[in-house]
């Protein structure tokens, strides 16, 4: 039973350049939430999704910053024109919908570190 | 001031040592407490999950929610090497599978043998 899976684990960029961060939710999952981790420092909720649909994107850099999760395939966490303070980690978590079994729980990837050069 | 606040450490104590970890938070809207153990360059996985004041028991993790006081606790007995990890606290209002969570910074905690 694969987990969330997030790719890629290691990414460099160059400021100006962009950045993608995909994210397949665990089976049977169709919730799906991006965090990001500035270096010591905890997770911050940047965005909530579900297919097709963005719930909540409070948390989102007003600009530079989008997400989606289409009908068919992974959730994509997208970053135009990176600078340096992007420099992170961005984590992904899926959960259950909401009213069934362990829907309170939220189950994160393994990350992927974005370094911007 | 930051909703939750948490020590950052790094807290170090011998092998089977009694461990505490604890923060605070400011809106008492706060209805549903997680905390968290990340290995480095892991994701965090959950460890406990309660939604009310008292004590909630695991194996050798003890979570302690006070909301009179806006405080949580884990306690961790009989501590092992294996437990070295960083240990966020989390929080979150509203209903269930609603997961928008407000992390505590983390307490870098090493067990030595």
């Known amino acids: 039973n694969a987990g969330v899976m997030q790719n890629p684990r290691h990414l460099v960029r160059r400021r100006g350049q962009e950045a993608r961060l995909r994210c397949s939710p665990m089976?049977?999952?169709?919730?799906v939430y991006w965090y990001r981790q500035l270096p010591e420092e905890g997770l911050k909720f940047m965005v909530y999704l579900q297919k097709e649909n963005i719930i909540d994107e409070s948390g989102m850099p007003k600009e530079r910053f989008s997400a989606e999760f289409p009908k068919e395939g992974p959730s994509i966490l997208r970053i135009q024109q990176v600078v340096r303070g992007d420099s992170a980690a961005y984590f992904c978590?899926?959960?259950?919908?909401?009213?069934?079994?362990?829907?309170?729980?939220?189950?994160f990837g393994e990350g992927s570190r974005l370094t911007v050069l | 001031q930051k909703e939750v606040e948490q020590d950052p450490g790094p807290l170090s104590v011998p092998e089977g040592a009694i461990v505490s970890l604890n923060c605070t938070y400011s809106?008492?809207?706060?209805?549903?407490f997680m905390w968290y153990r990340q290995y480095s360059r892991k994701g965090p996985e959950l460890l406990m999950y309660t939604y009310s004041s008292g004590n909630k028991e695991d194996g050798r993790f003890t979570a302690q929610v006070d909301k009179s006081s806006k405080y949580i606790s884990l306690f961790i007995r009989d501590s092992q090497p294996s437990d070295s990890a960083t240990y966020l606290c989390a929080m979150k209002k509203g209903v269930q599978g609603a997961q928008k969570l407000v992390f505590g910074q983390g307490t870098r905690l090493t067990i030595n043998p």
């Open positions: 089976k049977g999952h169709s919730h």
């Open positions: 809106n008492s809207a706060f209805q549903y």
């Open positions: 978590a899926s959960s259950p919908p909401p009213g069934t079994s362990g829907s309170g729980e939220l189950f």
